[in-house]
């Protein structure tokens, strides 16, 4: 009779046990974010192999397992790391997946059947802030500031304009007047000529109605 309660008993241990680790944990993340995972172990199992399955955690399901005790190991989006001291699994998972939610385990390698830990992985969807409206006022001080901005640069353009122009008309005066010498000596000496031409002209006539009129009034010859 003692031997079936102590039975019994044990049976009823096991069966805590057992509920234990199929309660597990529910970790959150974030879409695009990172999730840390946190599994103990007990006692005797430091120094022997650790692994991350999806569920139902057959030989192909299994994500990431570990090389060395107290020494990170990374394999894609997942890190995993046994930490002797606190006899726990660490496991992280990078740029989260709505698609990864779901079951997990933290297993234990060891003879017989391993020993696994379940966890829940929850990933929340990334919420996009949505873009506040400017104030009336702000608005108001832009288009202030644009509108002032436009005629600054109307009337610099105005000015250069206007510096250009009297700075080419400055630079051609000078010329111009240099000019004018040339021009009243053209004309100076043109003008000469024209009266010269006009006494030589004047003169001519005048001077063969003399030489007409001394003919007539010599003596015959004898």
Not at 139 to 153: A, E, I
Not at 195 to 201: D, E, H, K, P
């Amino acid at each position: 009779m003692q031997t079936l309660l102590r039975i019994l008993s044990l049976f009823q241990v096991l069966i805590c046990v057992e509920m234990k680790n199929q309660s597990g944990n529910v970790f959150t993340g974030t879409e695009g974010g990172r999730v840390e995972i946190s599994c103990n172990y007990p006692d005797g199992y430091q120094y022997v192999s650790h692994y991350f399955c999806h569920h139902p955690c057959g030989y192909s399901d299994v994500l990431i397992e570990t090389q060395k005790a107290d020494k990170v190991t990374s394999k894609g989006r997942y890190s995993i790391l046994n930490i002797v001291s606190t006899r726990s699994l660490s496991v992280t998972i990078r740029n989260l997946r709505l698609g990864d939610s779901g079951v997990y385990y933290c297993g234990v390698d060891k003879w017989g059947k391993d020993r696994l830990s379940k966890v829940e992985v929850t990933v929340r969807k990334a919420v996009t802030p949505k873009p506040t409206a400017a104030p009336l006022s702000t608005l108001q001080t832009t288009t202030d500031l644009s509108s002032v901005s436009t005629v600054t640069k109307i009337t610099a353009d105005f000015s250069s304009k206007y510096e250009q122009a009297a700075s080419t008309t400055q630079s051609t005066h000078p010329s111009v007047l240099q000019e004018l010498p040339v021009y009243g000596g053209v004309l100076g000496l043109f003008l000469c000529c024209a009266l010269v031409a006009f006494v030589v002209l004047y003169r001519r006539p005048s001077n063969a109605h003399a030489t007409q009129f001394t003919l007539l009034h010599l003596p015959p010859a004898c």
